[in-house]
């Protein structure tokens, strides 16, 4: 690898979140703040490939700090957790642009659905793409070259809750399968200007890797009514694979992925806030010796109406914290977000960033639908049973079960019927036997 592209690879890197040099750059001199951060810079950081992994795709969850591994309640479950997609309310469709630093950007195209026969079961996908210009010009001024920097990610998702039941919500688990692909410019000869064949092709990469989460949901000091759980706990681990380079020459492996370890809960002890938090390991499976430091990160989400709500997070990587706040609304089944970051993880100075997503909501293939229908049939069975017309009670709850086969209170409330109607028959049985 010549200067030239150990520079430019080194300059790409050195934007996507190169926390320690923007530490030194922000915090120049003996402040306080420098002294209380400084020693949290990390060594290690920046010396992993595919670092367009590591940004989100923008909207709800920066609002959130990106604090989201444990809440995961929207389509941005597949940059965090591939297991929340069984955990869907709505299918969805969702577009999201992230204007990162530097003429950087991040598009990103996702879907996710859960299917109508096995409502435990989901599917998702995204197509994501990091793109830089690159412009290179000669000793005498002129443009040598120019394109684009890019790093292009695709993934399939699979997520599914095992033991679903009426108290116990269940666990849910998943795996995202990732593809990526790194495209670099060729760029000019240093000694005629002209492009060379295959340069950019020589320091291009292409990655494999996988997704694994975890997702749990349950009910802890809830103090309000709601068929929701009020708590989650999500773990996840990102980026396990490895990417390849020199595929004009002779093909090496690449430095390691930046493989992420992360656990997070969120927790609604009371309506409207919502709470979250995350903490998240990075990992180098290249060297397992040489450690990086975690960073944790946190949001708050605050629902004003059924289609209002403001977000607000905060985090801190390395040495260099970042701020957000958001505001996201839905209309006609479009859901907005608007984000605004400041940033100083991403920038050598105090970076204004925004981001932006809008997601179609699909619907639930009639899964709301099915469930007030099921609430109906138990509610008519409970008056039935209230009426001593058991067998009434237990067409109703029998019905409700055909249609939720976990509906506890049903299946319980058929056992009860059956247990009065044996009982009302033995006694029936036993006042003949004292009259003979």
């Known amino acids: 690898m010549n200067l030239k592209t150990r520079f430019f690879i080194s300059a790409i890197f050195l934007i996507l979140l190169c ?22 810079t990390d060594s290690n950081e920046g010396e992993t490939s595919f670092r367009s992994l590591m940004i989100p795709f923008g909207g709800r969850t920066e609002s959130l700090g990106n604090a989201y591994t444990g809440l995961c309640d929207d389509i941005n479950y597949l940059r965090y957790n591939p297991a929340a997609g069984a955990l869907q309310k709505e299918g969805q469709i969702a577009l999201f642009h992230n204007s990162w630093i530097a003429d950087s950007k991040l598009d990103t195209i996702a879907y996710t659905t859960r299917f109508s026969k096995i409502p435990s079961l989901s599917f998702g996908t995204y197509l994501s793409c990091f793109y830089l210009p690159f412009t290179e010009y000669n000793m005498f001024g002129d443009r040598a070259s120019a394109g684009y920097y890019s790093e292009t990610t695709g993934a399939l998702n699979v997520s599914y809750n095992f033991f679903e039941g009426y108290d116990f919500k269940g666990l849910a688990l998943g795996m995202n399968l990732k593809a990526a692909w ?15 064949s295959d340069s950019g092709l020589s320091q ?7 997704d694994f989460g975890l997702m749990m949901q349950f009910n802890f000091f809830k103090f309000y009514s709601s068929r929701d759980p009020n708590v989650r706990f999500g773990l996840a681990i990102q980026n396990l694979g490895a990417a390849f380079t020199g595929f004009s020459q002779t093909i090496t492996q690449d430095s390691p992925l930046p493989t992420l370890a992360s656990a997070g809960f969120s927790v609604t002890f009371i309506k ?15 060297n397992m010796n040489e450690f990086l430091l975690p960073y944790i990160s946190t949001g708050i989400s605050v629902r004003f109406t059924s289609f209002l709500q403001f977000l607000a997070g905060a985090g801190i990587k ?8 958001g505001f996201e609304f839905e209309v006609a089944k479009i859901r907005l977000n608007f984000n605004y970051t400041l940033d100083f993880t991403t920038s050598f100075a105090p970076f204004n960033k925004f981001s932006l997503s809008a997601k179609i909501l699909m619907g639930d293939k009639g899964r709301s639908i099915t469930s007030r229908k099921v609430d109906e049939y138990y509610t008519e069975g409970l008056m039935f049973y209230a009426d001593g017309e058991w067998e009434k009670a237990i067409e109703s709850w029998e019905k409700a079960v055909k249609l939720n086969k976990h509906f506890s209170p049903a299946i319980l409330g ?9 009982m009302l028959e033995m006694i029936k049985n036993s006042l003949r036997l004292d009259q003979e």
């Open 19 to 40: 926390p320690k040099a923007a530490t030194l750059s922000l915090f120049d001199g003996n402040d306080p703040l420098t002294e209380l951060l400084y020693p949290l």
């Open 182 to 196: 790194r495209s670099v410019p060729n760029y000019a000869d240093d000694d005629t200007g002209s492009l060379i």
């Open 204 to 210: 291009s990469a292409a990655a494999l890797m996988a």
């Open 272 to 286: 409207p806030f919502t709470l979250s938090l995350d903490y998240s390991q990075p990992l180098n499976l290249q």
């Open 318 to 325: 390395g040495g260099n914290p970042h701020i957000n706040a």
């Open 414 to 422: 058929i056992k009860a019927a059956k247990y009065r109607i044996e």
